[in-house]
């Protein structure tokens, strides 16, 4: 079993993989390009994170995510699933994108992307992600951490490490 994240942030494993447009009505598309994820790969979750600075109010809005179902064109409002991405409990911070990234990745709905309506223009698009557990191998992991010790002292274990820089923190696509 593999989790990684599709982004714009370098912080994501697949870094650059996050388009967002933004339209007339002031929602934003966001595509995300998972053609790292073979036809038919196996999902057990996946979820969207995104980062909103609502300030000291609460949202005069909630939030929507709804899946785009034809390919944007012109200036014409985009076509939407008529039911929204539910908010993940218990924390409410993220929204369960299993079933769409599911029937994207079977081919049995095209990526036209995820609309956010009633959402901050403000939202941080570098710490807007969609992480994905699914089946498979990960191709290249990261180096394990380097000079682990462990120590007893007052009836407690102590584990310290150097930390090993991040491999894909710095890569671009």
Same mark, same amino acid.
């Given at each position: 079993? +593999?989790?990684?994240? $599709?982004?714009?942030?370098?912080?994501?494993?697949?870094?650059?993989?996050?388009?967002?447009?933004?339209?007339?009505?002031?929602?934003? +598309? =966001?595509?995300?390009?998972?053609?790292?994820?073979?036809?038919?790969?196996?999902?057990?979750?996946?979820?969207?994170?995104?980062?909103?600075?609502?300030?000291?109010?609460? /949202?005069?809005?909630?939030?929507?995510?709804?899946?785009?179902?034809?390919?944007?064109?012109?200036?014409?409002?985009?076509?939407?699933?008529?039911? *929204?991405? *539910?908010?993940?409990?218990?924390?409410?911070?993220?929204?369960?994108?299993?079933? =769409?990234?599911?029937? $994207?990745?079977?081919?049995?709905?095209?990526?036209?992307?995820?609309?956010?309506?009633?959402?901050?223009?403000?939202?941080?698009?570098?710490?807007?992600?969609?992480?994905?557990?699914?089946?498979?191998?990960?191709?290249? *992991?990261?180096?394990? =951490?380097?000079?682990?010790?462990?120590?007893?002292?007052?009836?407690? +274990?102590? /584990?310290?490490?150097?930390? =090993?820089?991040?491999?894909?923190?710095?890569?671009?696509?």
């Amino acid at each position: 079993m +593999v989790t990684e994240r $599709w982004g714009r942030s370098g912080r994501c494993r697949h870094a650059g993989t996050a388009e967002f447009q933004l339209l007339a009505g002031g929602e934003v +598309v =966001v595509k995300f390009d998972l053609s790292a994820l073979p036809k038919r790969t196996r999902i057990y979750r996946a979820r969207l994170l995104m980062t909103i600075q609502a300030g000291p109010r609460p /949202l005069p809005r909630p939030v929507l995510i709804q899946p785009v179902t034809a390919s944007i064109r012109g200036q014409g409002p985009p076509k939407l699933e008529p039911k *929204p991405l *539910p908010l993940l409990p218990p924390r409410f911070r993220s929204f369960d994108a299993t079933d =769409v990234a599911r029937r $994207w990745v079977s081919g049995k709905l095209a990526n036209h992307g995820l609309c956010i309506r009633n959402g901050p223009r403000g939202h941080d698009r570098l710490r807007t992600y969609l992480e994905i557990t699914y089946e498979g191998r990960l191709k290249d *992991p990261p180096p394990p =951490v380097e000079g682990l010790r462990a120590f007893h002292r007052a009836g407690q +274990v102590f /584990l310290t490490w150097r930390e =090993v820089r991040c491999p894909f923190a710095a890569r671009r696509r």
